[in-house]
């Protein structure tokens, strides 16, 4: 028999988590299946395709659903006689075992396997507190490069209301977060579950994630009036 990996993983070249992995056996005849026969994924930790099609062909196709955690960054390989029975059978149209032994397939770099969402690292703001400046600044930092983040994606969880929130260019590992708009009160940002997406599709954070920042904005300003003295507003 011989063997390959016969999904393709897209243009970026990553199965992403519940993307599938198709591998297919081919067989010189006809073969038949009984039970769950597997194939062990090489570049994966005790992962495998399982049977799914292809009885009663020369055909057979194994699959495995990528998991969360799931990584080959160097891509999938199959060792060689990768293929275990795992219970099951696989036979001729007399009964006969098939041969399923096969030689190895190298790790292929158009088979990455990225089942690792982002996660945020750092979130926060150098600025002193309080503060009475009407622009504020934070940078949040992911674990990879991510896009898909916009404004909507934060939200203030302290005391001032109104505030306004531009992330910037969506590229890199990194955004400066520009808040604006926001009353007099505490600022404490919060970036949503799954506002990042990265390279091959995973969304992340997994949660909420909250700045380790607080900034107190206070609108107050001080003028002189016409008597020449100083007064707060």
Known sequence: SSIGISSSAGSDNR???????SVTATFSEIVNVTGAPRVLLGGLTAKYATYASGSGSTALVFEYTVAAGDAAAGGLSLGSNAIGL????????AGLSATISHSAISANSSHIVDGVIPTITTFTSALTTPTNL?????????????????????????????????PGTDSGTSRTVTITGCSGGTVLPEFAAGGAIDAAGNTGASATTTSTTTITRDRKSTRLNSSHEWISR
């Open 15 to 21: 199965y992403g988590i519940g993307d599938t992995v």
């Open 134 to 166: 009407t622009t504020l600044t934070y940078t949040i930092t992911f674990s990879e490069s991510v896009t898909g983040i916009t404004g909507d994606d934060f939200s203030n969880t302290g005391s001032a209301t109104d505030c306004s929130f531009d």
């Open 86 to 93: 795992n219970g099951g059978t696989i036979s001729d149209s």
